[in-house]
């Protein structure tokens, strides 16, 4: 069991996270789902409660809790009035030990989940964002969702649910962070509670792999029924916490989509108005994840405004960012810094990713040096080696009669191309 | 309380002195063209959060003028007399804040986050913005574009967020509240510099204005950069407020809609109180009991063990005149939003007919105690809670006379705000159809 606590005595409350070194990408084929099902069994009764006994006990308490699931962990989260701390991780621990996994309440959660995937067929910018997903990481777990699909949620039994958490919950493949109105001892006394009842166990192997990057441009369209505006997401491998360039990719990332005024939110938005939207991102996990941009154009503007978005990126990798973008992009860094650990709970979120995002020692003690050390030749060197304009997906959710052939259009050397329903799964 | 320096008086004033909690209070000052200011001491993180709220939203426009409150929160990041295009954002950025800005139907706030050296920044960008902004057609033209773009995204194309323009105009026919705070399409194409310059002209203003300020910030170092460079910005004539009051709903109002989604959908809401009405916190916590947390008595009847939704929330408007009880459902597949309504109307009558348990009151307590302290742990969240009440109350101690007060309601107060507020001739439905179901022609409303 590896704790860390972090006090702060600025307000009676007490927050507390077990994660668990398991997730989605580790479901098994055709089980899509179990991690996060399973985990959400955990409110349905446990420790002597059934489901709404768990529910009224946790208000009671004057607390929250949350049991969810990542591609590569799984957690149950909590936050109590600091007077109720105590009570509260007992009976979070009972949920952990001895869950009920009563077979009607899962056929229940399955309704649920799968009702919940059909509403998410609402949200255009979360189908974006799936679609690229599946394309960028064909035939990798990263290309599963972790909430499962329809089939593969009906076919969960007890069995499987029971199975998954007696192999994987157990107190050698947990780290705990415990943070608030709480000193070092009450905090791992807490944290004791929390896995008092489980095993000792073992970490989980990870059997997952860095995906492989998929030659070509490829354009998915989700076709979805009288859109105004088109959802574009474009995005191709990006970085891991261990590369040597990783920082320097941070960095220029920054400099291109990471803040308001950089480069792509200046052509895109400051210049045209084509977006209300427009940044780039990369995702952190075990292993390579995404470098992704998004916007969000009118119809009418959204052929030129991905053509503009392709020829920024191809711009960026071929010719670089100056050092005074450099230079920005680092004092942003910096200086912006003290946001991500002024509060207990930033901190102690801080370290509990790094711990099960398996980052490098001293990764955040180190952030602000390695930061430090970027200048243009380095940035320019890691957008060169990993981010490739030529091996790219692009995902567009829009409304196929009217947008699919200026989109096809506004990409050079597309290599392939395929529509889908908007509620393929 | 920190004295004025002796260098600033007859510029500053200080006005009083708000509890805010069990820690340090609020301290009000106040310069001599009426701009307000709230200071928090907090030296958690040294980090502070700079916040100017503007006693203006959606509701001081006009119709055929919609969405000019909110396009300033666009234009005010813009060129001003001393800073070209994209400098105020990025001497913000270089100095690491996080910013943005929101608007509702009462008000609008502009705030950044930064490091504690930066307080003279954060005073010369705000005041500047504050009497500088330059409104031409280009900056305005460009901005009309996002706005669009915005709508697009956030109404348009959004089932939720177009059922919930639907339901305002539905309920409203003459408050302000009836148009949305993103305005619409049209008025959005149709505005020009001179509207935005008369807009700015009115409204910003220092004394229409209130700068909050939480966090590690030395308070003399502060009131001098303030009377710096606020002191010498006139004051403008602030207009009687020209307000339509909603006179009352006599009649149940039903829509039928049709959007581009798989399920139906029902929004139900009730003419509710003002945020300053007694009852305010008794049915916000008769919409606790029934919608807060999955022990709530909706969440169950529809969602856990009834299975006809997926999702159910319900919600008081903090408006600062009589608003709404909003309450939104999401259907499963296949399940029509009669039966979600029948549920609902079962449950309703249930809790005007029996007050909540004494669990029950006390469950909801503990979770609103701990909804107001969550709040509180950045200096963010303690200037936005200080702002939003200062603006709407006139008092930021009232963020914390509102737990009180929720500590002291009784299961009697619960009934008396639900039969008060939950009455059907008050009441508007809006039952969602997803596309392809409906007869020819358009949505249809209809008094019933």
Redesign the interface.
Same mark, same amino acid.
């Given at each position: 069991m590896r704790v860390h606590v972090e006090s702060s005595r600025a307000i009676p409350l007490v927050g507390f996270t077990v994660a668990f070194g398991v997730g989605g990408a580790h479901d098994p084929a055709g089980k899509e789902g179990l991690a996060r099902t399973a985990m959400r069994m955990l409110r349905r009764g446990g420790g002597g409660l059934d489901g709404k006994g768990v529910e009224q006990a946790v208000d009671r308490l004057g607390a929250e809790i949350g049991a969810d699931a990542s591609m590569s962990t799984v957690t149950v989260s909590g936050e109590v009035l600091a007077r109720n701390a105590a009570a509260l991780c007992e009976l979070v621990g009972g949920l952990l030990a001895r869950p009920a996994f009563e077979p009607v309440e899962l056929s229940k959660l399955v309704r649920e989940s799968q009702a919940e995937l059909v509403e998410a067929r609402d949200n255009d910018r979360g189908l974006a964002s799936r679609a690229l997903r599946r394309a960028l990481f064909l035939g990798h777990p990263y290309a599963r969702r972790v909430a499962g699909g329809t089939a593969s949620l009906a076919s969960l039994e007890r069995d499987d649910v029971a199975g998954w958490h007696a192999a994987h919950l157990a107190a050698n493949n947990a780290w705990i962070t415990v943070y608030g109105d709480v000193d070092e001892a009450g905090g791992r006394e807490l944290a004791a509670r929390l896995v008092a009842g489980l095993p000792a166990g073992a970490p989980t192997p990870d059997p997952v792999v860095d995906p492989a990057r998929r030659p070509g441009r490829e354009l998915v369209f989700v076709d979805k029924p009288e859109r105004t505006q088109a959802q574009l997401s474009i995005g191709t491998l990006g970085t891991r916490g261990d590369d040597d360039d990783h920082h320097a990719l941070i960095v220029a990332n920054t400099a291109f989509g990471g803040t308001f005024t950089a480069r792509l939110m200046a052509e895109v938005r400051g210049k045209r108005g084509w977006s209300y939207g427009a940044s780039s991102r990369l995702s952190l996990d075990r292993h390579r994840e995404a470098w992704s941009m998004w916007t969000a154009p009118g119809e009418a503007d959204a052929p030129a405004c991905l053509a503009l978005q392709l020829e920024l990126l191809e711009r960026l990798v071929a010719d670089g960012l100056t050092d005074e973008e450099v230079a920005f992009a680092k004092s942003y860094l910096a200086r912006s810094h003290v946001f991500e650990i002024d509060t207990a709970e930033k901190r102690a979120h801080r370290e509990l990713d790094a711990a099960v995002l398996g980052l490098p020692a001293g990764y955040h003690a180190s952030y602000l040096s390695r930061i430090g050390e970027v200048d243009a030749g380095r940035a320019n060197a890691a957008l060169r080696a990993r981010l490739s304009p030529e091996d790219l997906v692009v995902a567009v959710v829009g409304t196929r009669a009217r947008q699919l052939a200026p989109i096809t259009a506004a990409i050079p050397r597309l290599a392939r191309s395929a529509v889908v329903p908007h509620d393929l799964e | 309380m920190t004295a004025v320096p002796s260098h600033l008086e007859g510029r500053v004033a200080f006005v009083e002195a708000h509890a805010f909690g069990s820690g340090e209070p609020v301290q009000r000052y106040r310069l001599a063209n009426g701009l307000s200011v709230l200071v928090l001491v907090d030296r *958690? +993180? !040294?980090?502070f959060s700079y916040q100017t709220w503007f006693a203006v939203g959606s509701r001081h426009e006009r119709e055929g003028k919609t969405g000019l409150a909110h396009l300033f929160e666009h234009l005010m990041f813009n060129e001003t007399e001393r800073l070209p295009?994209?400098a105020f954002? %990025?001497k913000l950025?270089? @100095?690491? +804040? *996080?910013?943005n800005a929101a608007t509702w139907v009462d008000w609008t706030y502009y705030y950044e986050?930064l !490091?504690k050296d930066s307080l003279a920044l954060a005073t010369e960008l705000e005041s500047e913005r504050m009497a500088r902004l330059v409104l031409e057609e280009p900056q305005v033209a %460009?901005?009309?574009?996002?706005?669009?773009?915005?709508r697009?995204?956030r109404v348009?194309?959004?089932?939720?967020g177009s059922v919930s323009e639907l339901l305002y105009s539905t309920v409203f026919r003459e408050h302000g509240y009836s148009w949305p705070t993103i305005g619409w399409m049209k008025d959005i194409e149709g505005f020009t510099a001179a509207d935005c310059a008369e807009f700015y002209a009115t409204y910003y203003a220092p004394n229409n204005a209130t700068v909050v300020v939480v966090g590690d910030v030395d308070v003399a170092e502060l009131l001098t950069l303030v009377a710096e460079r606020y002191g010498a910005l006139p004051a403008a004539a602030l207009p009687a407020e020209d307000v339509r009051p909603e006179p009352p709903q006599t009649e149940p109002r039903h829509v039928e809609a049709h959007k581009?989604? *798989?399920?139906e959908r029902l929004v139900v809401a009730y003419r509710g109180p003002a945020l300053g009405d007694h009852d305010h916190a008794a049915l916000s916590v008769v919409n606790d009991v029934l919608f807060a947390? %999955? +022990?709530s008595r909706l969440f %169950?009847a529809l969602?856990?063990d009834g299975?006809l939704a997926?999702?159910c929330r319900g919600w008081v408007s903090t408006f600062r005149d009589p608003g709404l009880y909003e309450i939104s459902v999401?259907a499963?597949?296949g399940v029509r939003a009669e039966a979600l309504l029948e549920v609902l109307d079962r449950e309703l009558s249930r809790i005007v007919e029996e007050p909540p348990t004494d669990?029950e009151l *006390?469950?909801?307590k @503990?979770?609103l105690?701990?909804g107001a302290?969550?709040g509180?742990?950045?200096?963010a969240g303690k200037a936005e809670q200080i702002g939003f009440w200062s603006t709407l109350t006139g008092d930021p101690s009232d963020a914390f006379r509102r737990l009180a007060a929720v500590r002291r309601l009784r299961a009697d107060d619960l009934r008396r705000a639900a039969r008060r507020y939950l009455t059907p001739s008050s009441r508007t439905v809006i039952f969602v159809r997803p596309?392809g179901e409906e007869p020819s022609g358009d949505d249809e409303e209809t008094d019933a």
């Open positions: - | *958690e +993180a !040294p980090v295009y994209g954002d %990025r950025e270089e @100095a690491g +804040a *996080e910013s986050n !490091p %460009r901005e009309k574009e996002v706005v669009m773009n915005e697009r995204m348009d194309d959004d089932v939720d581009p989604t *798989e399920t947390g %999955r +022990a %169950r969602v856990q299975e997926v999702d999401t499963r597949p669990d *006390e469950r909801v @503990a979770k105690e701990l302290l969550s509180l742990q950045t200096v596309s």
